[in-house]
């Protein structure tokens, strides 16, 4: 089992930048042998979009929404279990609740309880 904590939400005006964190904890094994790792943004009344993450298959391969490429990059530690989202040039509609997701080698999948972030002037 794997739990996944999330931070570094809050709010920010438009044109600023975030970094989000999410820490894995757990099964070492399935941290360290997942086939994703990324993260995910809910509004209200919204579903759950993939925005950002790690595949590890056919060699691996990292993936952006298209409406987030350029301004949003994802990046990981190893040793630390944590993968990072590092926010620039955010705007209004990027307001959200951030999700870290994890979906282990077995297909089992984590999620973490979010972390909020606020765009606004």
């Known amino acids: 089992q794997v739990q996944l904590v999330e931070s570094g939400g809050g709010p920010v005006q438009p044109g600023g930048s975030l970094k989000l964190s999410c820490v894995g904890s757990?099964?070492?094994?399935?941290?360290?042998?997942?086939?994703?790792m990324g993260w995910y943004r809910q509004t209200p009344g919204s579903e759950r979009e993939l925005i950002a993450g790690f595949f590890t298959a056919n060699g691996g391969t990292t993936h952006y929404h298209d409406s987030i490429k350029d301004r949003f990059t994802v990046s990981r530690d190893g040793a630390r279990n944590t993968i990072y989202l590092q926010m620039n040039d955010l705007k209004s509609e990027d307001t959200a609740v951030y999700f870290c997701n994890l979906i282990a080698a077995n297909k089992a999948e984590s999620w973490g309880r979010g972390t909020q972030v606020t765009v606004s002037s």
């Open positions: 757990g099964n070492t094994f399935t941290l360290k042998a997942y086939n994703f």
